[in-house]
């Protein structure tokens, strides 16, 4: 498909900065943008310290004028607030374990941000993920598939596209390596060329969850027992946000063997601790579910799975269930399955769908 007009989502750092150059490039008109989705003194950091600080638009700024192109902050913070922040409170409410990063892909990125470049006149958006996306003409199916460079693959992320999203978004740095990318950025002269990676999620950049959601909410997590598979109480724990599965330290408890989180009981507000191999489980349940290679899943098939960001893949099968839900058979045991995070299927290089996991089957 031929673009003509592209809004540009660009993060002030170094990969949307290359990825706005490359769609210049190609002679497509360009259009930045950068989402405001927060204000920083909101979540009580400083306005230089985060994704989407102050410092980021500035910086985004500065590179859209050294391309010459136009460029504006969009302010989605109502509804970034509504869509992602609060659905990160009631999950972790509920025992689960967020991801707000494909939670903002789905309901900002590729859905406000697309409807925001039609209002536009442009035609498409571009984004600085690694991943690919192709047509299919046999299946008549857009595609999307992994990036080249394996280490900074994020096609995980990106699995609740619908064919819509696929066909109006450009990814142009899935075939190109993250040193490439710095070295086209300081041939540019841009001023992000080394600008670190965020790694964090971006509206709790130092990773404490527990803080976090006591500053947003107001409210004081409440200490209740930790215990063990059997019930027994072996101590303590300082509010059940501030624990994920598979945890082991940070815990407290003096038990003279290595302890994990295995489960969290929101009813009970309990933290459940035992050994590791409590942690390992054979299958999962998912909900929510996206496919991108198909409507729908036609029965029984052989994948490879991811349960988290950085996973390797571990190869399974997956069923159909009722609701549009599927369960996922490993075909080993996988340790550490939470609820409230994603499980993406692949086939080869190509993602076929994902869901969210609500249960962790032994």
């Known amino acids: 498909m031929q673009h003509k007009g592209a809004l540009i989502a660009m993060s002030g750092g170094v ?31 400083c306005g230089y310290h985060t994704c989407c600080s102050q410092q980021d638009i500035e910086d985004a700024a500065e590179v859209a004028f050294r391309l010459d192109i136009l460029y504006e902050v969009l302010d989605y913070t109502e509804e970034f607030r509504r869509e992602v922040m609060e659905k990160f409170v009631r999950v972790y409410a509920a025992g689960g374990t967020p991801n ?6 789905r309901t900002m990125k ?22 690919r996306i192709q047509y299919d003409p046999a299946r008549g199916r857009w595609l999307l598939k992994k990036a080249l460079d ?33 070295v086209l950025a300081q041939q540019q002269g841009f001023c992000n060329a080394r600008k670190h990676d965020s790694q964090d999620i971006c509206f709790v950049p130092d990773g404490d969850y527990g803080a976090f959601l006591e500053q947003y909410t107001g409210r004081r997590l409440a200490p209740r027992p930790f215990i063990d598979p059997d019930g027994r109480v072996l101590g303590q724990h300082q509010g059940m946000a501030r624990y994920t599965i598979g945890q082991r330290k940070g815990l407290g408890l003096a038990l003279g063997r290595p302890a994990y989180v295995c489960a969290k009981d929101p009813a009970r507000n309990t933290v459940t601790v035992g050994p590791e191999q409590a ?9 929510d579910v996206n496919w991108i290679a198909f409507d729908a899943l036609p029965g029984p098939l052989r994948v490879t799975a991811r349960t988290r960001y950085r996973q390797a893949e571990q190869p399974a099968t997956v ?32 993602v076929l769908g994902g869901g969210t996991i609500v249960q962790a089957l032994p």
């Open 100 to 105: 707000p990063c494909i939670d903002c892909n």
């Open 150 to 182: 394996a280490a900074k693959d994020q096609s995980y992320v990106l699995y609740a596209m619908t064919q819509d999203q696929l066909a109006h978004t450009l990814l142009p740095l899935g075939t190109l390596h993250k040193t490439e990318v710095r």
């Open 279 to 287: 942690l390992y489980t054979r299958g999962l349940v998912a909900e």
């Open 15 to 45: 990969d949307s900065s290359v990825a706005a150059w490359l769609t210049q490039q190609q002679g497509c008109r360009c259009y930045g943008a950068t989402m405001r989705l927060y204000d920083n003194e909101s979540i009580g950091q």
């Open 319 to 350: 069923y159909p269930e009722l609701g549009g839900r599927l369960r996922l058979e490993f075909d080993a045991p996988q340790r550490a399955i939470a609820p409230g995070q994603a499980v993406v299927l692949y086939s080869g290089d190509e």
């Open 110 to 131: 590729f859905s406000r941000l697309l409807a925001a470049a039609r209002a536009k006149g442009l035609d498409c958006i571009v984004t600085g993920h690694y991943a």
